[in-house]
T-cell receptor, first 115, second 116 residues
Framework: GENVEQHPSTLSVQEGDSAVIKCTYSDSASNYFPWYKQELGKGPQLIIDIRSNVGEKKDQRIAVTLNKTAKHFSLHITETQPEDSAVYFCAASIGSGGSNYKLTFGKGTLLTVNP | KAGVTQTPRYLIKTRGQQVTLSCSPISGHRSVSWYQQTPGQGLQFLFEYFSETQRNKGNFPGRFSGRQFSNSRSEMNVSTLELGDSALYLC???????????????FGEGSWLTVV
């Protein structure tokens, strides 16, 4: 089955700096790659996603890049703020037609933004 | 638009008991999936339902079961609870239309289960 590796497990940055989290996946059939942010005591919140027909996607301070050949994708957060502090999860899934997808998650990255 | 709603949010059970967790998906969403989150194993897929049919199942013992109703609401059940079943159980929903945006998956806040 699919296996997703996520690095680093912890990341500490100064406010205003950029943060990058990287994930690799094993199954070349995976075609959907969401990123979730999870704050303490809450469920995962979708922050951005990318599909295999796109190489990069941006949403304000957040961007995701996908390299299908190398089977890795990355989350980039610019101008970090203290409220960005949370655990971030990458995931990968395989889908066909209109079927829903089983998500395989990375182990998570604890991001701490220091004021 | 209301998000994915899970009840109860917190519960404590004793070993050997059984528990039922409930999930109401986002209005219009027809697919519901369940995940278990623990510090050691992370987020793991339990099962997924669409139109009252289980389409996918993860690697969990038969003590874990679920169902989906005609209104897309879902329940999951864990029988003969073990200490290791203590976890955050997350429900997620998506609207599978076959279109390019049909597979975005949204999570609820989860049900915290403690087995003592």
């Amino acid at each position: 089955g699919e296996n997703v590796e996520q690095h680093p497990s912890t990341l500490s940055v100064q406010e205003g700096d950029s943060a990058v989290i990287k994930c690799t996946y094993s199954d070349s059939a995976s075609n959907y790659f969401p990123w979730y942010k999870q704050e303490l005591g809450k469920g995962p919140q979708l922050i951005i996603d990318i599909r295999s027909n796109v190489g990069e996607k941006k949403d304000q301070r957040i961007a995701v890049t996908l390299n299908k050949t190398a089977k890795h994708f990355s989350l980039h957060i610019t101008e970090t703020q203290p409220e960005d502090s949370a655990v971030y999860f990458c995931a990968a899934s395989i889908g066909s037609g209109g079927s829903n997808y089983k998500l395989t998650f990375g182990k998570g990255t604890l991001l701490t933004v220091n004021p | 638009k209301a998000g994915v709603t899970q009840t109860p949010r917190y519960l404590i059970k004793t070993r050997g008991q059984q528990v039922t967790l409930s999930c109401s998906p986002i209005s219009g969403h027809r697919s519901v999936s369940w995940y278990q989150q623990t510090p050691g194993q992370g987020l793991q897929f339990l099962f997924e339902y669409f139109s009252e049919t289980q389409r996918n199942k993860g690697n969990f013992p038969g003590r874990f079961s679920g169902r989906q109703f005609s209104n897309s609401r879902s329940e999951m059940n864990v029988s003969t609870l073990e200490l290791g079943d203590s976890a955050l159980y997350l429900c997620a929903s998506s609207f599978t239309s076959g279109g390019s945006s049909g597979n975005t998956i949204y999570f609820g806040e989860g049900s915290w289960l403690t087995v003592v």
